[in-house]
T-cell receptor, first 116, second 112 residues
Framework: DAGVIQSPRHEVTEMGQEVTLRCKPI?????LFWYRQTMMRGLELLIYFNNNVPIDDSGMPEDRFSAKMPNASFSTLKIQPSEPRDSAVYFC??????????????FGPGTRLLVL | KNQVEQSPQSLIILEGKNCTLQCNYTVSPFSNLRWYKQDTGRGPVSLTI?????NTKSNGRYTATLDADTKQSSLHITASQLSDSASYIC???????????FGKGNQVVVIP
């Protein structure tokens, strides 16, 4: 398996523009997670899905952020409109059975977002 | 206040030496505690996972310990190698709602 795939790897945009990040989880994994990482705040969980259904979106910072998972092999994280403070590395991760206490997550390479 | 505190924030060690990273947490009750290794420019990779009933877990030269009574965990790196240079992140899962609390990481630099 190719692992978790994210695109684009880098994104530079101007404030106010819409940004869409994409993720393909590992085949067969039922859980998908979106994270944001910054130097100041470290790693933060934004939202996670189980079987394409959003389970916990309490980490989504505000209404400008939205995430969808239309099928088991694809998810998007959208920021509209983007702001400079959204600049961060966004990771997608997937897991086979997150409810199992010994289960691990597999992270993608991340998308480095810079909003000017 | 962050529910997971890691120390030291950063450290430099000589190749071949051992080092220990600390993670103190206040999450209660907790389900499990994970240590991740994150190389620069890459996503985190799971090193160890311990439930509340486990005291120690090893993964090669990495050994994690857990004291659920004092709410402390440590990650010991034995005979460090240059490839151990990375950030090590402690993550605690809240029992019940599965919410995650993240430490900000220990930045380790191994020099020859």
């Amino acid at each position: 398996d190719a692992g978790v795939i994210q695109s684009p790897r880098h994104e530079v945009t101007e404030m106010g523009q819409e940004v869409t990040l994409r993720c393909k989880p590992i085949s067969g994994h039922d859980y998908l997670f979106w994270y944001r990482q910054t130097m100041m705040r470290g790693l933060e969980l934004l939202i996670y899905f189980n079987n394409n259904v959003p389970i916990d979106d309490s980490g989504m910072p505000e209404d400008r952020f939205s995430a969808k998972m239309p099928n088991a092999s694809f998810s998007t994280l959208k920021i509209q409109p983007s702001e400079p403070r959204d600049s961060a590395v966004y990771f997608c991760a997937s897991s086979l059975d997150w409810d199992s206490p010994q289960e691990t997550q597999y992270f993608g390479p991340g998308t480095r977002l810079l909003v000017l | 206040k962050n529910q997971v505190e890691q120390s030291p924030q950063s450290l430099i060690i000589l190749e071949g030496k051992n080092c220990t990273l600390q993670c103190n947490y206040t999450v209660s009750p907790f389900s499990n505690l994970r240590w991740y290794k994150q190389d620069t420019g890459r996503g985190p990779v799971s090193l160890t996972i311990m439930t509340f009933s486990e005291n120690t877990k090893s993964n090669g030269r990495y050994t994690a310990t857990l004291d659920a009574d004092t709410k402390q965990s440590s990650l010991h790196i034995t005979a460090s190698q240059l490839s151990d240079s990375a950030s090590y992140i402690c993550v605690v899962t809240h029992y019940g709602n599965n919410r995650l609390a993240f430490g900000k990481g220990n930045q380790v630099v191994v020099i020859p």
